[in-house]
């Protein structure tokens, strides 16, 4: 009876997660440190052990300097391996040791029981665990190297799949397979993987013993290949110049590169941005390999909590190209070998940081280092999979597409580190010292255009682009298009949106292009089209990915999608911390008021921007005066800055002021809209005429509302010297509905149908039915106008998002909203058309 009393109790078999680990040479490190400094660090060890045990939920089986633990899941014992390697490690490091463990993760089925009290007491263990997993687990941490995580091909996909619950930690951890390996005692071979943080894993090949050996094939052993090798040499030498060795990193066409800091080891500080420069310009021609811009590595560095002029060195250019998605890193450098400067490059391996090819040129003097760069970036280009014929065609020489003065180019890598910080201040002082010292450096005159237009000096950025034009044969291809497409929107402006897809078509990851195609078909009403665009703009590389989250909520909120709307608005402000004035047009297009207000609520009071959003919510829930006093503090605030916004803002307060009832005030500031706008139109630099032309017609538009025909046909008479503006889309939509409105007022309600039932192709302006709407209750077509009723009703998005004047129409647009549910409330129900018709002249009056 006593007997079976004490006799332990086998457990059924478990599945369970192994976990050994060894600290390695512990012996040889007590006599190192002392026997008194031993008992420190071994008590402070097993203080980290219990800590880790608790934090992952491990359950402690044996320990001494080596430990044994059993985990339900293999991805907390993986978290346990990562944080007891990284934290001894640590530990070490304050002592000035070297503290390093090996660990072997395993799944698979154990017995366990529990020793009696009196075993215990002896000094048995409280839990006994056997089985072949446990075994498996003792081969792979005994292979294991020094600082080295091994995963049996059981664990790896478990813990592989479930690394998401580590948070950011787990998307940088390092996967390696090191191939079949043989045990003994085991009679199939086991595949073995390594797993670890960047700086950290060993990520080597772990060393055979007689216990484990790799599980070569026949071809590769020994014997076979010494045998093999006269046949391999003698057809290898045709095989190479026939066929070219595929890369060694598993690089496809459009994947990204991050380019480190320039190694400079001539001691000739000009070399020190420029050559960096160049390197990118050089790379950047490519339309195989994309580069991830500097202004996106320095903000990778600020989620890493590294200052922004941290060195991007082989590890740190690294582990940005893991968290950017890059699939390789280009490490430049430059010296002076043999009375000749040396221009190399090497491409690296982000995930061992191991190179994996090296390619360098020598020239004579410090004028011969562009030349050599374009001979080291092509070839580095075809060791990634590129073929030499899209080399030779995608390329220009660099002193031709930059400039062969050093010192402009230093100064125009110093302008696009400044446009990193988004100084552009500072970058226009470099840009400009770049075309003092060589005024045929097209690219610096075309990073002026983006300077200015970050000052929001449209002017300036006119006047540099045409000095960009003058010597655009000096750009690159893909700069020279985008260069074609600025031009297009101030001498044709026609054909911009169609050269803005085309230069996003033919270079698809270069987000001006992608970012800039969407916002152009969003201003033309091109919701669907815009989303491609759009989507390819957002991506991880995009360092303005903030920006083009704000463009898909605005392409989705004109398709009356708001769930999609919002989820992308969040996330822009989440990004950007930009203002939250598309979320209150959200919530109110869906007639959420409730919601509307408190976002709005948190407005700045201070931008003008925000106050087109406040009025026409205001106008939308009805609180007429509210919305005019709104309207005229966002006028105010507008005009202490100037430029188009004090001129497109003034509309809204003629719109509320007429909603109020003061037709005196909304005459007064109509006609001051039309005079400022088309003033404005004569300006020389004719940077902002496309917004101008859109403001005025805009104003003519509403106008014809109130009764102001003359100042509309004072408009429409000056814009036709501008033929070419009008050929717009977006503006030649506007001209036709103020030309309908006319010929309504005049009492041609056919006319006025037969100029706007073109237009409605799915991408027609909001006032295009509004307008139609009236013809069609004026001509006595009922069912017709209700129908243009019920789609004005369903159309709220658009109404608040449409793009005309910024937003200028935006009060006009809800008003409308509102009218036409009423409107069709009242037809669907069989009111007459003539009652409908008192409401032609005025939209507002019921």
Known sequence: MNEMTHRPSIEAPQLRTLLLTDLCDSTTLVERIGDVQAATLFRDHDRLVLDLQQRWRGRLIDRSDGLLLLFERPIDGLGFALDYVRELREMGDARRLELRARAGLHVGEVLTWRNSDEAVQVGAKPLEVEGLAKPM???????????????????????????????????????KSH??????????????YEVGEPGIAPLRMPPNTPKAWRDLPLWRRPAALAAEAAIIAGIGVGVWFATRPAPAIAFNQRDWVVVADLRNLTGQSVLDDSLEQAFRISLEQSRYVNVLSDLKARDTLKRMQLKPDTILDRAIASEIALRDGARAVILPTVAEVGG???????IIDPHTQTTLYAQSTDGTGIDSALASIDGVTASLREKLGETMQSIQNDSTPLPEVTTKNLDALRSYALAQKAMSRYDTKGALEFFRRATELDPEFALAWLGQVRAFYGEEDTAGALAALRKAKAVSNHLPP??????????????????????????????????????????????ENRFSEGLAHANAAAVPQNPLQGQE?????????????????????????????????????????????????????????????????????????????????????????????????????????????????????ARAMVRATIDKSLGALGDDNGADNEDDAATALSAALFALRIGEDESAARALKQLDKFQELLKTPQLAELAAIVKARQALNAGDADKAIEQ?????????????????????????????????????????????????????????????????????????AGGSSAAAQAGVQSAFAD
């Open 137 to 175: 687990a003792a081969r792979l941490m005994a292979m294991a190297r020094p600082g080295q995580i091994l995963l049996s091909a059981v664990a790896e996909p478990l813990a592989h799949r479930a690394a998401r619950e580590l948070g950011e930690r787990g998307q940088h951890l390092l996967w």
């Open 179 to 192: 191939g079949r390996w043989r045990f003994k005692g085991v009679p199939d071979g086991q595949q073995i």
């Open 340 to 346: 000749k400067v040396r221009v190399s490059a090497e």
């Open 478 to 523: 893909r700069e020279s298009m985008y260069l074609a497409a600025w031009w297009a929107e101030y001498h044709a402006p026609a054909t911009s949106t169609k050269k803005w897809v085309e230069l996003a078509r033919l270079y698809p990851d270069y987000m001006p292009a992608q970012g800039n195609a969407a916002i152009w078909l969003y201003v």
């Open 549 to 665: 989250y704000d463009t898909l909520g605005r392409l989705y909120l004109g398709m009356e999608q708001y769930a999609q709307a919002e989820s992308y608005f969040k996330r822009s402000f989440d990004a950007t911390g930009g203002s939250l004035r598309r979320l209150v047009i959200t919530k109110a297009a869906q007639r959420d008021f409730n919601a509307a207000t408190k976002y709005e609520s948190n407005l700045e009071t201070g931008i003008p921007y925000n106050y087109l959003e406040r009025t026409s919510l205001a106008v939308d829930m009805g609180k007429l005066e509210q919305a005019r006093v709104l309207s005229k503090k966002g006028l105010s605030l507008a005009e202490e800055r100037g430029g188009i916004s004090s001129r497109y803002m003034i509309l809204p307060v003629a719109i509320t002021g007429w909603l109020a009832g003061d037709e005196a005030e």
């Open 756 to 828: 706007l039932t073109p237009y409605l192709s799915g991408k027609e302006r909001y006032q295009t039915r509004v307008a139609l709407m009236d013809a069609y209750l004026k001509a006595g077509r009922t069912k017709d106008a209700l129908t243009q009723a019920r789609w004005l009703e369903s159309n709220r998005g658009r109404a608040y998002i449409e793009l005309d004047c910024g937003h200028c129409l935006q009060a006009l647009n809800v008003a409308d909203s509102n009218s036409a549910r009423k409107r069709a409330s009242e037809l669907a």
